[in-house]
């Protein structure tokens, strides 16, 4: 299985970005999909994950001005970004958990917020 994500880039504090990631591959049945993220010199941290079902769960951080989303039928997850601070700065990945569960980690995108 092979995750890939994508949408990051540069953009002003306030601004918008939404991130995509899609499996690919032999793909098993997944429980959950998340993104996290690293910013320089720190730990990867949880930003949001959505199960199947579609429970969410959100950082405090990303609660009210990030929204995930997941696709089945696409094997594909989504961030909506919106008032975006340069603290979200990092380097964002996916990740799958599937029932069996197997993690799988996309490469990671990275998300600069600059003025």
């Known amino acids: 299985v092979q995750l890939q994500a994508s949408g990051g880039g540069t953009v002003q504090p306030g601004g918008s970005l939404r991130l995509s990631c899609a499996a690919s591959?032999?793909?098993?049945?997944?429980?959950?999909m998340g993104w996290y993220r690293q910013p320089l010199g720190k730990q990867r941290e949880l930003v949001a994950d959505?199960?199947?079902?579609?429970?969410?769960n959100y950082a405090d951080s990303a609660k009210g001005r990030f929204t995930i989303s997941r696709d089945n039928a696409k094997n594909t997850v989504y961030l909506q970004m919106n008032s975006l601070k340069p603290e979200d700065t990092a380097v964002y990945y996916c990740?799958?958990?599937?029932?069996?569960?197997?993690?799988?980690w996309g490469k990671g995108t990275l998300v600069t917020v600059s003025s």
């Open positions: 591959g032999r793909i098993p049945i997944i429980n959950t």
């Open positions: 990740k799958f958990v599937s029932y069996l569960g197997m993690d799988y």
């Open positions: 959505i199960t199947r079902d579609g429970i969410t």
